[in-house]
Every structure is written in C-alpha cells, then in structure tokens.
C-alpha cells in the first residue's frame, strides 16, 4: 500500500512500514521499520537542509519521489531503485518473488531488506543492494589496508585503534550513501552483492545524495551532517608531541630549544601517564609541581598546551565510587566488571550519558584547563577495550552492538560544548576516532598507532584522502609511524624524513612517537608506589634534533616551508568549513573528468592547488608523477611543465615531488 505524505512517500505491506523524504539538495532519506513506529532519531543527520519540494508520484504499480537529480522508485513489491537524472544508480538485491522480473531466479527466496529478531527486542537487519559493474568506491573513514577504491572490500562497522567507521561513501556513478546508524555491523562491497549488516538495530536508516562532481556530493553530504569550523592559524604550524615527556621541567627545556633555534612550535602535547592514576584526570604533583607556571611560560612564546585525557576509569581513582554509584562507566553483559586493563583494572566513561559527560568536562576543567592547558588530547576514544566483544558492552544508549560507533563523536562532543560553555573560541582538540559529523565539534583526527614502517606511509596517504571524503577534513599522522622507530637506525631515520616531508602537506604537521628500545628507567620516586607520574615507561627522544643533523637540517628547512603555506592552507580550511572540501584530496575530487585520475592513489591534491607526490618506499630517489591537463611548476626545482602525462620527477632525501598547478 502507497501513502502520500508531505514531501515523502510510504509503503505498507506486512509488519514492514517504508519512508522515504527529500532530505537536503539532491537527496533523500530511507527508514523503514518492522515495529509499530519509526523512531524518532536523525543521528549522523543533523542539520537543517533545504529540500521539502519533492515532486511525487502514485500509480497502481509503483511509487516515486523525484528530490532534484535524485529519484527513488517503490514498486508494489516494495523493491526500491535509485535514478540520477533518469539513470539507475543503486538497486535493491531481491531474490523472491517478483512479478515484475524475469531476470533472476525467486527460488533462492534473498530479500532486500531482511529483519531477524534477536532474543530479547532488537534486529539483526540486512539490506542488500545489486553491483554495479566498473563503479569505484570511496570514502568509509580509515581501515588498515593499502586501497583508495573499496569495491571488492570486506569492511567491518565498528570503532578499533586505527580503525575509524565513518559509513559514507562516493561513488563514481555520480552519488553518495550514508548508512546512518551508529550500530557495529559491516558492509561488504563485493562484485556480486553489496550488502549492509547492523547487528542490532530497530530500524533501517540511510541517505543518499546525487551530484554532478565529487565535490557537489561532499558538500550535499556535509550540508547534512556538519562541517568543521575554520580552522584558527595559530593550529597551522608545527606541533611537537613525544612518548611522553614525564615532568613539566622537560616540557619546559623541549620548548625552550626551539625557541633559540628559532622554531615556532604552535602546539607541545603532555601524552599519557603524566597523572596520579588513569581516571584522576589530573597532574601528578610530584612530577608536574606548577602547572600554571608552565602554561604562563609556554603561552609566552606562544605555544598552545594540549594534554592528553583517556576514558578508562581505573577501580583505584578518585572518582571511580562516584562514577559508579551515579551510572556514569559503561557495563558489562556478563564475566568480570572489567572493559580495560592496561596499567590498571578500569571501566570505561560512558560517553553516551549526557550527565556523565558534563560530570568529566567539569573535573578537567578544574585540574587542566583552569591551568591554562588549552586543548585535549582524546585518546583511547574508540573506546579502547581489552577485548573488541561488543556484544559484552552496554551503554546509557543501549548495547553496544547498537550504538558503538557514535562513542568517540559524544566524547569530542563533550569538551566541545565544555569548551563552549567555558567561553573558549577557536579552540582545537585531537582525538584518535570519529563517527559522522565529528568534524563539527573542532576535532582533529589522526590514525592511530600505526608501526614505523613504509608500508604504513602508504596506507596513511589512502586513510588521509577517504578520511577526507567521509567529511573530516583536520586529519593529521605521527610523522614517522608510532610504532617501533629506533632514531640510531638509518633506516629508520630516512623513513622519518619521508613522513616528515608528507606529512607538511596534511592538514596538521605532527611529530609524534613512541621510539625504541624501551631502555630508560622508569622516572620514579618511589619505586614501591607502583603507579604515577613517575611509574611507567618513557620512549627515547623524539624532537627533530634526536636524530642527526642531516635529518635535522631536512626537517627544519620542511617547518619553513610549512609556514610558508599558511596563508594558503587557511584558504584551504574556510574551503572546507564552507563547502566541506578535504585539504586532501583525491586527484578525481579536483580533476573529476580526467579518468586516469580515478585509479590513482600514491599522490593527491593538497587543496585545489599543490600536487603531491609522497615518497613510499626505501631508498627510493625518483618517481612517476601523473600531472594533469595544464602547466604546473615543481617548488623544488622551480621547473614548469606541461600536464596532461606521466613524468619521472628527481625526489632527492630532501624533499618530495610537490606541484603547483599554474
């Protein structure tokens, strides 16, 4: 049965209730539902749009409702195809009974839309799609693997440590799809079926959006969901960062030596551990005597102070009782009441309590923000579990196989209307996961502890580009991996300076990492305590001093060169808070006509300006560079050239291959 409402459409058969609205320029929303009534949750859509002109249309044998270049059709089976401009763009997988097929076999008795009731009230819900034959695929925020294009990948919809679920992706047809639910499932991209999974949901819920570029469905898309705001200057630079300097005197000396090396750090990060016990959100006194001090100094030279927070609640904090006994700490389903055990027995923040939100804004604004710390380092946001069992979890919101993966955007979300609150502007935090939407609430994001190891530059250049795509547009990268990098190993040493010089063209230049061997002993005043500042492990230097003067020279000529940019990069972001454009960006994004610039994935475009072309593997001293139609000048060698072929461009240790399109 066909129901015409305001500016939308419904379809009735069975238990099975089918809504579909115009929802924003060229889009339209999908929910359908098995229960008595849809919920009434946007989720990742947030933000007004216009769009409440859909022409529609109901006959006997199908309906459809036409929202700009987008149309959606329901045939009386309940069979939904998508059109752009008259051309099927996605159709529904449907292996039952069709009168209106002869195409593929009913026997099989696949449903596009399946509903398994999970013991208890939710749904295990399955929607399928057919392939479309040659379409590419991108977007979906960060999985670890070296691909651009996601047709043909497996991935999961779930939170992990570099790993960041953002289900939305462009397709080179011509249109975008959000899949707008926060629930752990997957999507498989396959060439015989594409096929969403939530493991536990009560309705369908997703949003798909046509444009004529790249560009047009990213700015449809983030029109939907949010954009960042422009992104302050003072952020551009460098940000110096290290696992993890222990006492304030060793902030202090790092910063310090810039200063008379005449390098402007914009940002110095206090990591992890500088606090009593994970859950104190708070200095260790004994190591961190004067905080106030040490911020009024930094502040002096004009260096911002971030300070890293964790949500893990260790059982012997000061505030685990409280946080217990108010509801505030995500539970178990069953074993112990355990959800982290790194350095401490802990429960987890429950970020999806509104009251226990505000409950941890207040205690860090207290101990670290009333100090002068300016920015909050959210670490550990997936969240981080000693086990990924989301189906032992649950939160304020529900289960975790319902909700999981809109954790890490209710933990920015908390400092963010803290911050607000506290009368901040232009503020900035960094945080290690995101959902749809984060980017509104001025977060950066980087990949997570990823190794030291080339084979992870490369995928960092992938993960940067369709982080990009899936709207968070402040990405940033430990500039030599995390992982494992020993700064005495030549080896090593030129795969920092290769990061390094990739990383000047990112939306944030970031020197970060925890480097070996773990030989320095613990900086411990008393041994017997057995936690605190003092307590754990520290990794060796990491300052771009630590690792030679050739690698020195390299990269303090890279942070001029950085600083150089900042005019333009603050071009590139209010771009990207009005438009939602990346500052990276794949070569189609900005050369969408050009087809050989769908299949590459090793450069890209740092705003609509500069082509480039990182250095990916060992010893290597030279690379092919495909430049586009139109001249363009290398910065290195000041060399203009004509576009429209692949050239071999000199890549010396000292620099990358960078074009400035002319």
């Known amino acids: 049965m066909f129901l015409e409402g305001k500016n939308s459409i419904v379809f009735k058969k069975g238990n099975e209730t089918l809504l579909i609205q115009g929802w924003g320029e060229n889009s339209l929303r999908v929910r359908s539902t098995v229960e008595p009534a849809l919920l009434d949750r946007d989720w990742a859509l947030t933000e007004k749009v216009k ?141 015989n079926i594409t096929e969403w999974v939530a493991e536990s949901t009560k309705e369908m819920d997703y949003w798909i959006t046509a444009g004529d570029t790249p560009a047009k469905i990213v700015e449809n898309y983030t029109a939907a969901v949010g954009r960042a705001p422009v992104l302050p200057k003072d952020y551009m630079g460098f940000w110096q960062c290290k696992l993890r300097y222990r006492t304030q005197e060793e902030v202090l000396t790092v910063a310090r030596k810039y200063k008379e090396m005449g390098i402007h750090l914009d940002v110095i990060v206090i990591d992890f551990f500088h606090w009593p016990r994970q859950g104190d959100w708070c200095f260790d006194k004994e190591y961190w005597p004067d905080p106030k001090a040490m911020c009024d100094e930094l502040h002096a030279m004009g260096t911002k102070v971030m300070v890293s927070v964790w949500p893990s609640v260790d059982k012997k904090c000061s505030h685990y009782y409280e946080m217990l006994d108010k509801g505030y700490l995500v539970r178990t389903e069953r074993g112990t009441n355990q959800t982290y055990d790194f350095m401490g027995d802990c429960l987890t923040f429950d970020a999806t309590n509104p009251e226990a939100r505000e409950y941890l804004w207040q205690i860090c604004k207290k101990n670290y923000g009333d100090y002068g710390i300016d920015m909050f380092w959210l670490d550990n946001a997936e969240p981080d579990y000693n086990i990924y069992d989301y189906g032992n979890y649950r939160y304020y919101m529900g289960t975790a196989l319902s909700c999981s993966n809109i954790y890490p955007l209710l933990y920015s979300k908390a400092f963010y209307d803290g911050m607000k609150a506290d009368g901040r502007k232009n503020f900035v935090n960094l945080e290690r996961c995101a959902w749809v939407g984060s980017q509104k609430y001025s977060q950066v994001l980087w990949n997570g502890d990823v190794q030291s190891t080339f084979e992870c530059l490369e995928d960092s250049v992938v993960e940067g580009i369709n982080i990009g795509i899936a709207g968070i547009p402040w990405w940033t990268t430990d500039a030599g991996g995390f992982m494992y990098g020993n700064p005495k190993d030549p080896a090593f040493v030129e795969l920092l300076e290769r990061w390094f010089e990739f990383a000047v063209f990112t939306p944030i230049l970031r020197l970060h990492g925890d480097r070996d061997p773990h030989d320095i002993p613990p900086l411990d005043k008393d041994p017997q305590r057995g936690y605190g500042g003092g307590y754990l492990y520290t990794g060796h230097d990491n300052e771009i001093w630590s690792y030679g003067p050739e690698a020195q020279k390299i990269m303090e000529a890279q942070i001029k060169l950085r600083e150089s940019l900042i005019p333009y990069i603050s071009k590139v972001m209010k771009e990207a808070s009005s438009n939602g454009s990346p500052a990276m960006r794949a070569m189609f994004y900005e050369f969408p006509e050009d087809e050989k610039c769908w299949n590459l994935q090793d450069q890209y475009m740092f705003g609509p300006e500069y082509l480039v072309a990182p250095i990916l593997h060992a010893g290597e001293r030279k690379r092919n560079v495909y430049l586009p139609a139109g001249k363009w000048e290398n910065i290195n060698t000041k060399e203009v050239v004509e576009g429209g072929r692949t050239i071999e461009v000199e890549a010396p240790i000292e620099c990358i291959p960078v074009f400035h399109k002319k």
Not at 58 to 77: C, L, P
Not at 81 to 110: M, Q, W
Not at 116 to 126: Q, R, S, V
Not at 171 to 176: A, D, T, V
């Open 51 to 191: 769009g409440d002109k859909a022409k529609i249309t109901v006959t006997n044998e199908y309906a459809s409702i036409v929202n700009g270049q987008i149309e959606a059709r329901v045939s009386n089976n309940g069979i939904l195809t998508f059109l752009k401009n008259g051309n099927v763009i996605l159709h529904e997988f449907f292996r039952a009974y069709d009168p209106n097929s002869t195409k593929h076999s009913c026997c099989t008795k696949v449903v596009a839309r399946q509903y398994e009731g999970i013991i208890g009230g939710d749904y295990k819900l399955t929607v399928r799609f057919e392939p479309n034959n040659g379409e590419k695929i991108f977007g979906m925020g960060q999985y670890q693997a070296p691909y651009l294009d996601l047709k043909g990948c497996s991935l999961e919809l779930a939170q992990r440590n570099s790993q960041i679920s953002i289900p939305f992706y462009l397709s080179s047809l011509g249109y975008g799809f959000l899949w707008n639910n926060p629930a752990v499932g997957h999507v498989n991209f396959a060439k």
